[in-house]
Nanobody, 124 residues
């Protein structure tokens, strides 16, 4: 069983930055891609960003493109989300997820493993 553990959430002022990390552990981790999703109170879970482990190809939601950057460390089986110029509307629980098979990275239904989530609050 693969476990994904997020870290790095917290409270930040508008315009500030946070860096989230997602570490995979458990059975040998072999994944096509990993991604970040978020869910704000009263809203559906939405795609934020994803990265393919072999090619490094990335994909971003329009709302975060240019502000957020996803990266990975293959040796550590760890994925990161650097969030800059944060806005109050970025406030949500952020989840990391991994999918074993090739396919579209934006639908959340395609992911096999999920982390427990980490809270990000952007407020003055």
């Amino acid at each position: 069983q693969v476990q994904l553990i997020e870290s790095g959430g917290g409270l930040v002022q508008p315009g500030g930055s946070l860096r989230l990390a997602c570490a995979a552990s458990g059975r040998t981790f072999s994944s096509y891609a990993s991604g970040w999703f978020r869910q704000a109170p009263g809203k559906e879970r939405e795609f934020v960003a994803a990265i393919a482990w072999n090619s490094g190809i990335t994909d971003y939601a329009a709302s975060v493109k240019g502000r957020f950057s996803i990266s990975k460390d293959n040796a550590k089986n760890t994925m990161y989300l650097q969030m800059n110029r944060l806005r109050p509307e970025d406030t949500a629980v952020y989840y990391c997820a991994s999918k074993k098979q090739f396919g579209m990275v934006q639908p959340s239904t395609g992911y096999d493993y999920w982390g427990q989530g980490t809270q990000v609050t952007v407020s003055s």
